[in-house]
């Protein structure tokens, strides 16, 4: 069974960069079968994706984040990591990292997730 | 974007009763070039990750009660709880993944009468 732990600073202030990581406990990292996706859930609110990546390196992101969003894999220690510039309160919310099942070449839905990681963007 | 729009936002319903949570499409998710409907539903209890139930709209996951169903097609699609447990009180999202950005419903919460 996939696990997967985050890790990441948990209060920062507005105009700082949130970074976050994720650690996978098996081998499916550097499996096409999956990609490595990021979803965010504000306080008592609904669910937000962010991007995902493959083992490759190649990514897709939401249009409406695209633009402070950078995501990296590295395979070497099962590890893939969230960057985003420039937060402000709006970005205050649990992070989630999951797997993304790719059953034809292209990344579909979450089948594990991690534990999610709280940020809070407070002045 | 394609908006997901569940009904209703919550319901309360007596142990053992049947609960239904819809959900709606802006537009098809269907892709008709192999037969399937691009869409997933997710549970989330309380301080919990989300937990995928189904794919493809009906494909339940492995270990998901069979008291779960999942069906629908095109732009409207049902979860239905058929007999409620009290283990079953969660929120409830839909989420498409027929094109990018992925989108989820706003939740239906699912409580005990």
């Known amino acids: 069974q996939v696990q997967q732990e985050q890790w990441g600073a948990g209060l920062l202030k507005p105009s700082e960069t949130l970074s976050l990581t994720c650690g996978v406990s098996?081998?499916?990292?550097?499996?096409?079968?999956?990609?490595w996706g990021w979803i965010r859930q504000p306080p008592g609110q609904g669910l937000e994706w962010i991007g995902e990546?493959?083992?490759?390196?190649?990514?897709n992101y939401n249009p409406s984040l695209r633009s402070r969003v950078t995501l990296s894999a590295d395979t070497s220690k099962k590890q893939f990591s969230l960057k985003m510039t420039s937060v402000t309160a709006a970005d205050t919310a649990v992070y989630y990292c999951?797997?993304?099942?790719?059953?034809?070449?292209?990344?579909?839905?979450?089948?594990?997730w991690g534990q999610g990681a709280r940020v809070t963007v407070s002045s | 974007d394609i908006v997901m729009t569940q009904s209703p936002d919550s319901l309360a319903v007596s142990l053992g009763e049947r609960a239904t949570v819809h959900c709606k499409s802006s537009?098809?998710?269907?892709?008709?070039?192999?037969?399937?409907?691009?869409l997933a539903w997710y549970q989330q209890k309380p301080g919990q990750p989300p937990k995928l139930l189904f794919h493809?709209?009906?494909t339940r996951e492995s270990g998901v009660p069979d008291r779960f169903s999942g069906s629908g097609s095109g732009t409207d699609f049902t979860l239905t709880i058929s007999s409620l447990q009290a283990e079953d009180v969660a929120v409830y999202y839909c989420?498409?993944?027929?094109?990018?950005?992925?989108?989820f419903g706003q939740g239906t919460k699912v409580e005990i009468k």
């Open positions: 999951a797997r993304v099942v790719v059953p034809f070449g292209e990344a579909h839905y979450f089948d594990y």
């Open positions: 098996d081998d499916s990292m550097t499996s096409s079968s999956y990609w």
């Open positions: 990546i493959n083992h490759s390196g190649s990514t």
């Open positions: 537009q098809s998710v269907f892709y008709t070039s192999n037969n399937k409907n691009y």
């Open positions: 493809w709209a009906s």
């Open positions: 989420q498409q993944y027929y094109s990018t950005p992925k989108t």
